[in-house]
Structures are given as C-alpha cells and as structure tokens.
C-alpha cells in the first residue's frame, strides 16, 4: 500500500482467504451472460444509460418513468449498432442509481453487449456515509461478491470495476475505496476503470493503482480529455495503462479539436494502442435535462458522426480507429 495511505487497513480475511487471478484469463460478464474478449467487437468503453445522483429518490421532480428510458436507450442502442457498435461498457457507480435490471432489458431489447460495473464514486459527489465507515476488506468483499456472484439479488455480474478520486489529492476516504478496488481486482481478474476530474490527479491516481499491485494494462484512467496537456497523456500511456479521451463531445470541458490533436499527439509518438474512445453521454439524468442529441438525432453516436471525420482530417487511418474502439478495449478486458 502506498506508505502517505496509512488509514486503508491491512489486507484482512477476504483478501487472504481467495486466490490470486490476476494472471488469469477470465470471460467478461455482460449484464445478459459471459462472452469472450473476441466477442466483444467494437466497443464504447464509458458511457451511461441511467444516472441518478444520491438523493434524488427523494426529489418528486427526479422521479423516472423507466419504461420511457429504456424506450429511448433502445433506440439510440440501434443507431449505435448500425456505426458498427457491438458493445457498450456503462461504468455507473453503485451510489449514482445503477440499476442492473434496467439495464439488462435494454441490452436485451437492443441486443447490445452491456457491461456494468461495481465500485462507488468520489468523495465529493458519491460515497454513502453507511459505506464511508465500512473497513476496507467489508468493500472488497461486497465488489468480489457484485463481481461472481450477481448485484442486488439478481445473477448479473458486474464486468469491470469503477473507481473515482475528486482532486489531484487523493482524500483518506478515496484511498480506501481505491484500495478496495484494487483488491476485488488481484481476486477476480476484472479491470478498473477510474472517473478523474478532467485528467487532475490522473498521475496520483495511477501511481496509487500500480502501488496496489494492479498491472498498468489492466487500468483505464478515465477522463484525462479533459487536459489539454500532452504530457500527461504521454506519460499515463508511457506507464502503460490506457489513456480516457472518454468525454468527447463536452466542450465545456475541452474543444473537441484539443481532444483530436491529443488523440493524433499519442498516435504519432507510438501510444496508439493505448487510446480509448468513448463519450461518458447519459440517456437520462434524474431531474436533469438531458443534453441535447448529436446531429442524428441520437445521443450516443456524436463519436461517429462528428468525432472521427475529425480524425481522418488530421491524416489518421481507420485502422486507426479500430486500434482505438475495437482491439484497445479487447486488450484491456482480456489483460
Ligand atoms: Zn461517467
């Protein structure tokens, strides 16, 4: 553990009590059953069908007709499919409304390849206080159970696991999440996939990640888009884990052409095998209005229509972009 976290809590009876798999080759869960890397096809690794921050059960003006999202999330799962998307990776944090039956319809009405995840978010939006007392290896053991045995009283397993850190400065409170996260990872073989602000504290984060023993391949650094820095680009992918240019579309985190000249900088410099594409888009957001849609008309395929022309203007193939949307996400599932 790294030594500026001393509150995480020794590795305990869970942590112990299980074998090791992060040297194995283990199937993806998908919310309607296990598939092998090879069946993943192209692939959205971060993106939302439904978000609800934590408190808006309580709100009358959040309240979701979930048969209407999951009308809409079919539909622009089918526009998806026809730019040639097989899977879709929904990373929501427990905390923030995931809802895995939800979600299971809807890859099952679209014929989609969902992916859902495990793992809570960060300090300043998510964290449930009943879990924020909870020691360490009580976390790991609620992940390795949401990772092989099902989530909330349903066979569905998650696929990946989600973590989050608020600022450049890893909180007391993150860093035991952090550690939870990487501990259900040494145990189940399943990847994370990290939430940082706009790229801050990507470096922190990743050091603290490898700190815990998890491989660099097998960590998807999410949200580094949103800096404009090459350097940090270059040294995430350097380190060797992938690289999140996974908010594409938000211009008021960072014009679109920064994120292209970033995404052509890492190509150029040999990092094109750890670029990951995605767009972090809700279908809906309790009580928010959702963003409007791309040109399309369609919430999830901005990538395709607006993005990757971008791309090609800047001289990239679509070999290329298959590296980006097809092999990199196959790769990070498969270690
Ligand atoms: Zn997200």
């Not at 408190?55 to 999330?73: H, I, L, M, R, S």
């Not at 495990?118 to 206080?129: I, Q, S, V, W």
Request: contains cysteine; proline residues 6%; charged residues 20%.
């Amino acid at each position: 553990m790294p030594a500026q976290y001393p509150g995480i809590g020794p590795v305990g009876a869970v942590t112990a009590r299980l074998a090791d798999k992060r040297e194995m080759r283990v199937p993806i869960q998908t919310v309607t059953g296990a598939i092998e890397p090879e069946e993943l096809g192209r692939t959205l690794m971060h993106e939302h069908l439904f978000v609800a921050f934590h408190g808006a059960e309580f709100d009358p003006a959040a309240q979701t007709d979930k048969a209407w999202v999951a009308a809409q999330a079919v539909r622009s799962l089918n526009a998806l499919k026809a730019h040639g998307v097989r899977s879709f990776v929904d990373p929501c944090p427990i905390e923030l409304g995931r809802d895995v039956r939800l979600m299971a319809e809807i890859a099952e009405r679209a014929e989609m390849q969902i992916v859902c995840t495990t793992g809570f978010y960060h300090e300043a939006a998510g964290l449930p206080g009943h879990w924020r007392r909870m020691e360490v290896e009580r976390i790991v053991e609620h992940y390795v159970r949401e990772i092989e045995t099902g989530i909330d009283g349903t066979g569905i397993r998650a696929g990946a696991i989600k973590c989050a850190t608020s600022a450049a400065n890893i909180s007391p409170v993150e860093a035991k999440f952090l550690a939870a996260a990487c501990r259900a990872h040494r145990l189940t073989g399943v990847p994370i996939i990290t939430h940082t602000e706009n790229g801050i504290g990507a470096l922190e984060q990743q050091a603290f990640l490898l700190a815990e023993g998890v491989a660099p391949h097998r960590c998807l650094i999410g949200h580094c888009c949103g800096c404009a820095d090459p350097a940090l680009h270059r040294t995430v992918a350097e380190r060797g884990s992938y690289v999140g240019f996974d908010r594409i579309g938000y211009a008021q985190f960072q014009p679109d052409a920064v994120r292209a000249d970033s995404v052509v900088a890492l190509t150029r410099g040999g990092f094109a095998d750890r670029v990951i594409l995605s767009q972090d888009r809700v279908c809906h957001l309790a009580g928010r209005t959702t963003p409007p849609p791309g040109r399309d008309g369609e919430i999830y395929s901005h990538l395709f229509t607006d993005f990757l022309p971008m791309l090609r203007d800047r001289g990239l193939t679509d070999a290329d972009i298959a590296v980006f949307l097809d092999a990199n996400p196959r790769r990070f599932f498969a270690g």
